[in-house]
């Protein structure tokens, strides 16, 4: 039997819009239902007495990511996934109590601004500052996080190691393919291992970053520096660090400390 002529077998331009309309009709129904389902949920942490709790929970969502890129998709990108359920999982924080994001751009604000959207969505209000002091006393407030830059002269990530309760959770943008490391993100907010994770370690060890590195590696700990200013660098460890590590506390320098982790990008 002679094969089918593709140009009869396949579908006409006008069966593909038509079945592309009632997928947008279903998404969008089950788009409201998702965002109904946040006000059900912050409905049930009222009730349980945790309606003041800020509602991020980073490890929850890497995870959450994860188990999506990882589920078979015909043409679906990474980063298709990635956009859609941030924005999703945003508006959802946005409807569950305060949610507000303050961004230090540093030398680079557009990145900076560019990698917060990206991670947060645009349901969350955002304000640019000019100096990292306030994008750090936004974040102690309800629902609040600060975006900060590492294109920064400023030492910012040294301040944080006198604010036990800030916690550096993310690293701007969550996907590679997005581009290199450009902020951190810090809020009030618990930071949990996830199974893929750097940790933010500060020092003010002299001499150079090799030094230090070498110095890390003898004990078993792999580092890379990610920005350095006013005498105080900060380096990304492979891996998730407890403040009180031994190893951490053998490494050099004076002034040292763990000032959060955030998973490794999810799409290596």
Known sequence: MANADPKTAAPSLEDVRARIDAIDAQLLALVDERAGL?????AAKAAA?????FALRPGREAQLLRRLLDT?????????????????????????GPF?????GGR????????????????????QVAKPED????????????????????????????????????ALPCLAAWGPRAALAAAQVEVEPTGS???????????????????????????????EAGGLKLFALM????????RLARAPGRLTGVIGAAPAPIDV
């Open 38 to 42: 946040a006000v059900q949920v912050a």
């Open 49 to 53: 007495g945790d309606g003041d709790k």
């Open 72 to 96: 078979p998709r015909q043409a679906a990108r990474p980063s298709l996934v990635v956009r859609l359920w941030r924005e999703l999982i945003g508006d959802s924080l946005s409807r569950q």
């Open 100 to 104: 507000h994001i303050s961004v230090y």
């Open 108 to 127: 680079d604000s557009g990145r900076a601004v560019e990698g917060a959207r990206l991670r947060f969505g645009a349901a969350p209000p955002l304000r």
């Open 135 to 170: 994008a750090i006393a936004a974040a102690k407030t309800p629902g609040g996080v600060a975006v900060l830059s590492l294109a920064s002269e400023t030492p910012w990530w040294g301040r944080l190691l006198v604010e036990p309760n800030l916690k550096v959770f993310a």
């Open 197 to 227: 994770d750097l940790t933010f370690w500060v020092t003010d060890a002299g001499g150079s970053a090799e030094a230090v590195e070498a110095a890390l590696g003898r004990d078993g700990v792999a580092g890379d520096l990610i920005a």
């Open 239 to 246: 891996g998730f660090y407890q403040a009180d590590d031994a």
